[in-house]
Nanobody, 124 residues
Framework: QVQLVESGGGLVQAGGSLRLSCAAS????????MGWFRQAPGKERELVAA????????YYADSVKGRFTISRDYAKNTVYLQMNSLKPEETAVYYC?????????????????WGQGTQVTVSS
C-alpha cells in the first residue's frame, strides 16, 4: 500500500553533509509515522530519527541529536533527513520506514513499510 524510495546517499568526507530524501507513494502519506534507520556492516539496524504523522513530535538518537534533522513535505509526499558533521562511523545503509498512525506513539516501531535503502559512506 505504501512504497518508499530513498535517494541522496553517496560518498562524503568526515565533517561533511548530506540530505537524504524518501519519496512515498499513495495519498495517505499524512497518516503515517515516519522514521530513518541505518545499518552498518556487521551491526544491527538502529533508529536514527523519527517523526509523528502530525509532525508535532520528533525523535533523534542521542548520537545524532543536534546534527541531524528530520523533516517532511506533505505536498511532495517526501521525508528528509539532513545530516551534518558526518562521522566515519556513520557509514551505513540508511533506510526510510513508515508505520500507519497509532493512537500511541513509539518512534522505534514496529514499522510496516521500508524503502530499499541508500548507501552513505563517510571517509576519514
Amino acid at each position: 500500500q505504501v512504497q518508499l524510495v530513498e535517494s541522496g546517499g553517496g560518498l562524503v568526507q568526515a565533517g561533511g553533509s548530506l540530505r537524504l530524501s524518501c519519496a512515498a507513494s499513495g495519498r495517505t502519506f499524512s497518516m503515517y509515522d515516519m522514521g530513518w534507520f541505518r545499518q552498518a556492516p556487521g551491526k544491527e539496524r538502529e533508529l536514527v530519527a523519527a517523526m509523528r504523522w502530525s509532525g508535532g513530535t520528533t525523535y533523534y538518537a542521542d548520537s545524532v541529536k543536534g546534527r541531524f534533522t528530520i523533516s517532511r513535505d506533505y505536498a511532495k509526499n517526501t521525508v528528509y533527513l539532513q545530516m551534518n558533521s558526518l562521522k566515519p562511523e556513520e557509514t551505513a545503509v540508511y533506510y526510510c520506514a513508515a508505520k500507519y498512525l497509532r493512537e500511541s506513539y513509539y518512534p522505534g516501531g514496529p514499522y510496516d513499510y521500508w524503502g530499499q535503502g541508500t548507501q552513505v559512506t563517510v571517509s576519514s
